[in-house]
């Protein structure tokens, strides 16, 4: 499964962006799905994740502001950022896992098949 991220930019501090995650499967057969974010010296964080069936969980430091979704029509994954803030400030990568093992899928779990990332800066 092949995974690009798009969308990542330059935002000021309350701005919004929407990164979006093209799938070479059809997404409805990847049973999880995931954002996470890595900024340089510390460790990839999760973010958000969907599981087949439209469940998600969301990290505490994003919930409230962040949304996830996919589109299994188009095969892409979505991530509606709003309330940005600089810490918000990472590479962000999409992940994918086909394997019913993955379930339950929650934000942390990552994935086996993961994306370049696309950078996003909160910056003034």
């Known amino acids: 499964v092949q995974l690009v991220e798009s969308g990542g930019g330059l935002v000021q501090p309350g701005g919004s962006l929407r990164l979006s995650c093209a799938a070479s499967?059809?997404?409805?057969?990847?049973?999880?799905m995931t954002w996470s974010r890595e900024v340089p010296g510390k460790e990839r964080e999760g973010v958000a994740g969907i599981d087949r069936d439209g469940r998600i969980s969301y990290a505490d430091s994003v919930k409230g502001r962040f949304t996830i979704s996919q589109d299994n029509a188009k095969n892409t994954l979505f991530l509606q950022m709003d309330s940005l803030k600089p810490e918000d400030t990472a590479m962000y990568y999409c992940?994918?896992?086909?394997?019913?093992?993955?379930?339950?899928?929650?934000?942390?779990?990552?994935?086996?098949?993961w994306g370049q990332g696309t950078q996003v800066t909160v910056s003034s």
């Open positions: 992940a994918a896992d086909d394997s019913k093992e993955s379930l339950p899928c929650e934000y942390s779990n990552g994935g086996i098949y």
């Open positions: 499967k059809d997404t409805d057969r990847l049973y999880c």
